[in-house]
């Protein structure tokens, strides 16, 4: 059983680029998550995908941020026109069917630097 | 939304001190997780307890749900237990997101 998967590691771009990170979440769990992590803070939470619907979203997820989980297995998250800001550590996770109180096993995130 | 505290924010202890670690939440939860995240960044899974006790090798988790803080406890450190705890919970009213702590940054000197 693999864990989750992020690609790629790190991602270094400038300014007003688009960016876009891909999350493979553990073989059969069919619930998605896509969480933000700033240096001394703890992740936040940015979207929630069951399958392929997109049910929940923070309002971190600005009109410049958009996700994708298009056949329900493999999930994108795109940032475009990205801004200092958006350096961060963004960090997927995925749990199993059998209800919303499932454990959430996280990738080892995609580290994003904006110069 | 709730509110996630833990305590103490920082802990530095000698290899083979014992500490234990707390979390407190502002409403009724139906999932807590406890994670660490090591020196690069990967958050690990420790416990998911959202209430009870649970024990595993020289790491032990206590959830009481109805007063509302869960404690986790570290035996004879060692320094790869170095890193930032982190509790997440889940509330009721919400499909799946985990609301996290600030962390507990723990510095284990040999």
Known sequence: ?115 | GIQVEQSPPDLILQEGANSTLRCNFSDSVNNLQWFHQNPWGQLINLFYIPSGTKQNGRLSATTVATERYSLLYISSSQTTDSGVYFCAVRTTDSWGKLQFGAGTQVVVTP
């Open chain 1, 1 to 115: 059983d693999t864990g989750v998967s992020q690609d790629p590691r790190h991602k270094i771009t400038k300014r007003g680029q688009n960016v876009t990170f891909r999350c493979d979440p553990i073989s059969e769990h069919n619930r998605l998550y896509w969480y933000r992590q700033t240096l001394g803070q703890g992740p936040e939470f940015l979207t929630y995908f069951q399958n392929e619907a997109q049910l929940e979203k923070s309002r971190l997820l600005s009109d410049r941020f958009s996700a994708e989980r298009p056949k329900g297995s493999f999930s994108t998250l795109e940032i475009q026109r990205t801004e200092q800001g958006d350096s961060a550590m963004y960090l997927c996770a995925s749990s199993p069917q059998g209800g919303v109180n499932q454990p959430q096993h996280f990738g080892d995130g995609t580290r994003l630097s904006i110069l």
